[in-house]
């Protein structure tokens, strides 16, 4: 589907089956961040001259675009660098804000990105770091969840949509359950908000974390939503220009949100790249996205059935676009290599989600993931090299 409109697809013989790595760009992308850099190129927020004004324009233009792609109000959108940093900078604030006998509760199928720094932030504030489980077919074990979850707990962190078993998680049932007990929930979206349709008002989560680079737009942007009383609770995670109100030698005072957490040059032009993608997501619609990635891994799944000695990391029926496994007696890193003589990329490893594999008894695995540009085409080949490398290996 749309293959055509990204370059490095139709440039190129690659089969890309790594998208949740990173998503490859559409031409569109490409093209509104080489007429910024050619047409209105000034720093934002400070310049007096016509291009500076146009570029602030477009910038928060770009945050408007964006904000209503998750239903969020503009002003509750922060431009950050990635996902990774998005979520820093919550667990940032919370490490000043935590007190001992608090905790912190984080599911153990997390990305590293959304479990390192409460973890850190745990052992620095003397806060309670715990974690649910997942059962084995990659839902989150909501009994564990419940038993876990207490007025102690201050803040409570889930994916979406995860980036190893590739399961939507409840997010809605778990913030009611967590804003029940006065908890506060973080949901990491970095891989849901390319393959479903994202509304944080629906969600009801406090904050809601992604990058640009997984939703074709470019790397160095990131988003980081929050209801207002929550971003406006956290303190500044880096101090700078353009996150101040006033400066003495005695004090400074800080900008309202979301200028107080954009200290320094912000990304502009590639917010502007991130708001070229979400229009052009916008415009095919996250219903026909989701619809085309399922039956992509439907059709995965089914061809991956019959494949003596395959273990998967959680239930294929439950996966949106996302396929994690290993194959009994092959190490990952050599069916992968193997795929790459016929053009073919797929990502091995531990995903930055080690806790994942342990809880499956597994060091790493290989993984394919879909993009709205690939077909059925691209698992049919994905599936024939798989079988011819197995075969090779005497499987
Ligand atoms: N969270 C999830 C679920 C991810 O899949 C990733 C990246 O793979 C991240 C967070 C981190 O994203 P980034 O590296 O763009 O900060």
Same mark, same amino acid.
């Given at each position: 589907?749309?293959?055509?409109?990204?370059?490095?697809?139709?440039?190129?013989?690659?089969?890309?089956?790594?998208? +949740?790595?990173?998503?490859?760009?559409?031409?569109?992308?490409?093209?509104?961040?080489?007429?910024?850099?050619?047409?209105?190129?000034? /720093?934002?927020?400070?310049?007096?001259?016509?291009?500076?004004?146009? %570029?602030?324009?477009?910038?928060?233009? %770009?945050?408007?675009?964006?904000?209503?792609?998750?239903?969020?109000?503009?002003?509750?959108?922060?431009?950050?660098?990635?996902?990774? !940093?998005?979520? /820093?900078?919550?667990?940032?604030?919370?490490?000043?804000?935590?007190?001992?006998?608090?905790?912190?509760?984080?599911?153990?199928?997390?990305?590293?990105?959304?479990?390192?720094?409460?973890?850190?932030?745990?052992?620095?504030?003397?806060?309670?770091?715990?974690?649910?489980?997942? $059962?084995?077919?990659?839902?989150?074990?909501?009994?564990?969840?419940?038993?876990?979850?207490?007025?102690?707990?201050?803040?409570?962190?889930?994916?979406?949509?995860?980036?190893?078993?590739?399961? +939507?998680?409840?997010?809605?049932?778990?913030?009611?359950?967590?804003?029940?007990?006065?908890?506060?929930?973080?949901?990491?979206?970095?891989?849901?908000?390319?393959?479903?349709?994202?509304?944080?008002?629906?969600?009801?989560?406090?904050?809601?974390?992604?990058?640009?680079?997984?939703?074709?737009?470019?790397?160095?942007?990131?988003?980081?939503?929050?209801?207002? !009383?929550? &971003?406006?609770?956290?303190?500044?995670?880096?101090?700078?220009?353009?996150?101040?109100?006033?400066?003495?030698?005695?004090?400074?005072?800080?900008?309202?949100?979301?200028?107080?957490?954009?200290?320094?040059?912000?990304?502009?032009?590639? +917010?502007?790249?991130? +708001?070229?993608?979400?229009?052009?997501?916008?415009?095919?619609?996250?219903?026909?996205?989701?619809?085309?990635?399922? /039956?992509?891994?439907?059709?995965?799944?089914?061809?991956?059935?019959?494949?003596?000695?395959?273990?998967?990391?959680?239930?294929?029926? &439950?996966?949106?676009?996302?396929?994690?496994?290993?194959?009994?007696?092959?190490?990952?890193?050599?069916? %992968?290599?193997?795929? $790459?003589?016929? /053009?073919?990329?797929?990502?091995?490893?531990?995903?930055?989600?080690?806790?994942?594999?342990?809880?499956?008894?597994?060091?790493?695995?290989?993984?394919?993931?879909?993009?709205?540009?690939? !077909?059925?085409?691209?698992?049919?080949?994905?599936?024939?090299?798989?079988?011819?490398?197995?075969?090779?290996?005497?499987?």
């Amino acid at each position: 589907m749309h293959k055509q409109d990204f370059p490095l697809l139709t440039n190129t013989p690659t089969v890309y089956l790594d998208s +949740a790595a990173s998503a490859q760009k559409p031409q569109s992308v490409l093209a509104a961040m080489d007429t910024f850099y050619r047409t209105y190129y000034a /720093n934002v927020h400070r310049g007096q001259c016509h291009i500076a004004a146009q %570029a602030t324009d477009l910038y928060e233009r %770009a945050r408007r675009t964006i904000a209503a792609f998750i239903h969020a109000e503009p002003d509750t959108v922060v431009f950050t660098k990635s996902t990774t !940093e998005s979520i /820093n900078l919550v667990a940032a604030g919370y490490e000043r804000l935590l007190r001992a006998g608090d905790e912190v509760l984080v599911c153990i199928a997390e990305h590293h990105a959304n479990f390192v720094p409460w973890q850190q932030a745990c052992l620095r504030s003397d806060a309670t770091f715990k974690t649910f489980g997942i $059962t084995s077919d990659g839902t989150i074990d909501m009994a564990d969840f419940n038993a876990q979850l207490s007025p102690r707990t201050k803040i409570v962190a889930v994916a979406q949509l995860g980036n190893v078993l590739g399961v +939507a998680n409840p997010v809605r049932e778990i913030v009611a359950a967590a804003h029940a007990v006065g908890a506060r929930v973080l949901v990491d979206g970095a891989q849901s908000c390319a393959h479903m349709p994202v509304n944080v008002k629906d969600l009801d989560c406090d904050f809601f974390a992604f990058s640009g680079h997984k939703l074709y737009g470019p790397t160095g942007i990131g988003v980081l939503y929050g209801k207002a !009383e929550a &971003l406006s609770e956290l303190p500044p995670y880096q101090f700078g220009g353009d996150m101040i109100r006033h400066v003495s030698v005695a004090e400074t005072t800080f900008a309202e949100v979301p200028a107080k957490f954009e200290a320094g040059t912000p990304p502009f032009v590639e +917010a502007v790249g991130l +708001a070229a993608a979400v229009d052009y997501v916008q415009d095919i619609g996250m219903e026909t996205i989701a619809e085309h990635e399922q /039956n992509l891994t439907s059709l995965l799944c089914q061809g991956l059935s019959d494949i003596p000695g395959l273990t998967m990391l959680g239930d294929g029926s &439950l996966k949106k676009g996302i396929v994690t496994f290993n194959v009994a007696g092959i190490h990952p890193a050599d069916i %992968a290599f193997a795929l $790459t003589q016929d /053009n073919i990329c797929v990502r091995v490893g531990h995903h930055c989600a080690m806790p994942v594999h342990a809880r499956f008894h597994q060091d790493v695995s290989l993984r394919v993931s879909f993009g709205l540009y690939n !077909e059925p085409a691209d698992v049919a080949t994905f599936l024939t090299s798989l079988h011819k490398t197995i075969s090779l290996f005497g499987g």
